[in-house]
């Protein structure tokens, strides 16, 4: 009897979460077509003001053209001849998959206890993006200034760029969606700790 009564139940469940995920979807596309732009150009700012903490290097432009974001870079330390590295940031190749990410999310709404978990997702999201535009920055200015002889190549430093850059591309972005969707699901249901304290001082 409680499996047919969880039958209808579940299909409901589903049925909603999918209508809510499809509308989402599709507002969700249609936004951020217009915000992609400065969203990309925002990120890719402060990713570009981070990196310098950790090279030695000013940065001399930041320009948008359509898709790209194109951040320009000079040695702080140069010898007659200042050799500017430019570094385009195509703005798709990290937030492709924001509509749907958006989506993901709006549909868990409906059965999340704790809505401020939503916050705690897009500080997700925010992070994955800043360490896409960081760690590409990272890997591309270590060669150039290997290249230029501002740096010397092997190095620890490299090698932790290169795998940096790598793993943020090859698998988190790309698994962007379905991390928050994980982080939803499993944690949609956990109560803070404060409000876990004060349930067992009520029970006492």
């Known amino acids: 009897m409680d499996k047919e009564k969880k039958k209808p139940l579940f299909r409901s469940v589903l049925l909603k979460a999918s209508l809510i995920f499809v509308v989402s979807y599709t507002i969700s596309l249609l936004v951020w077509l217009g915000i992609k732009g ?30 790209i974001v194109s951040v320009g870079f000079i040695p702080q330390k140069f010898g007659v001849t200042i050799l500017k590295t430019t570094i385009d940031v195509p703005i798709s190749n990290y937030t492709f998959n ?31 993006h800043f360490l896409f535009v960081f760690s590409l920055e990272g890997e591309k200015l270590s060669g150039a200034l290997e290249t230029q002889g501002y740096a010397k190549g092997g190095t620890a430093s490299q090698i932790f760029w290169e795998f940096l850059w790598g ?4 698998m988190v972005v790309r698994f962007e969606p379905f991390l928050i969707g994980a982080y939803l699901f499993f944690f949609r249901n956990r109560v803070p700790a404060v409000k876990q304290a004060q349930q067992k001082k009520v029970k006492k």
């Open 38 to 67: 400065y969203y990309g150009l925002a990120v890719t700012t402060i990713a570009s003001y981070a990196i310098t903490l950790f090279k030695d290097v000013d940065i001399v432009s930041i320009l948008r053209q359509g898709d």
């Open 98 to 128: 924001a509509p749907l990410t958006f989506a993901i999310m709006a549909a868990f709404y409906p059965y999340l206890k704790r809505k401020r978990i939503y916050l705690e997702a897009l500080v997700i999201l925010l992070v994955v």
């Open 167 to 170: 793993f943020i591309n090859n």
